[in-house]
């Protein structure tokens, strides 16, 4: 795992250079992978940098009993919440479910509005306890960062403690965006792309990812 290089405000973006991670982001920017191939991919991927994402979950001590004698174990103190960003978001859900699947779901509803590229709420579903808890955020594409910052925010007012941004590409602009709104915030992404195109789409990324992902291209 490789920490984006630059202004001591970007050590909080890790990009994930695992061999396997990378080998599968090559399959997802190929315009030949089908919608089918590019579904199973995003969510193989999201389960991946989950992986890494929760490496410094918290874990307590507990007494239990294996079929031979009595120990004492690990067990997650703070399964953090799973917050996929509709509609693309729901692609990279069943793979971070795999990890955590006890985890609690909240789904948010933001779209970018594609001639002012600001971001438009239209959904939420809340628990009652999420004050306090820690959130990984799925996004499989962080571009200019109004989406990611709305959504870090929204989290932020509903008393999330911390939140981990996992996007599979990353604009640096998108990048800039959310560490200047939310230095607090860690994003994980498998790659920086250096440019956005005038419609504020990823380049040379891998194209709209809800679309392939539901196959509405």
């Given at each position: 795992m490789g920490v984006y290089p630059g202004k001591e405000k970007h050590m909080k973006t890790h990009v994930l250079d695992h061999p396997l991670i990378q080998h599968k982001l090559t399959i997802l920017?190929?315009?030949?992978?089908?919608?089918?191939?590019?579904?199973?991919?995003?969510?193989?991927?999201?389960?991946?940098?989950?992986?890494?994402?929760?490496?410094?979950?918290?874990?307590t001590d507990t007494s239990i009993?294996?079929?031979?004698?009595?120990?004492?174990?690990?067990?997650?103190?703070?399964?953090?919440?799973?917050?996929?960003?509709?509609?693309?978001?729901?692609?990279?859900?069943?793979?971070?479910?795999?990890?955590?699947?006890?985890?609690?779901?909240?789904?948010?509803?933001?779209?970018?509005?594609s001639e002012t590229l600001q971001p438009v709420s239209y959904y939420c579903n809340l628990s009652p306890d999420i004050a306090g808890k820690d959130a990984i955020v799925l996004d499989p594409?962080?571009?200019t960062g109004g989406t990611a910052v709305a959504a870090i925010q929204y989290l932020k007012g509903c008393g999330v403690r911390s939140i981990k941004l996992v996007c599979i590409l990353a604009a640096q602009a998108g990048i800039e965006k959310v560490q200047s709104s939310h230095p607090d915030a860690n994003i994980f992404t498998c790659c920086i792309d250096p440019d956005l195109n005038t419609h504020a789409y990823i380049v040379p990324g891998l194209g709209d990812a809800g679309d392939r992902i539901f196959g509405t291209d």
């Open positions: 920017r190929d315009r030949n992978t089908g919608s089918k191939g590019f579904r199973e991919v995003v969510s193989e991927v999201a389960m991946l940098m989950c992986y890494e994402a929760t490496h410094d979950l918290h874990l009993e294996t079929p031979v004698a009595q120990t004492v174990s690990k067990r997650i103190s703070n399964i953090p919440l799973i917050v996929p960003i509709l509609r693309a978001g729901l692609g990279m859900a069943e793979g971070a479910l795999k990890l955590v699947p006890t985890a609690t779901i909240i789904h948010l509803g933001l779209y970018r509005d594409m962080l571009a």
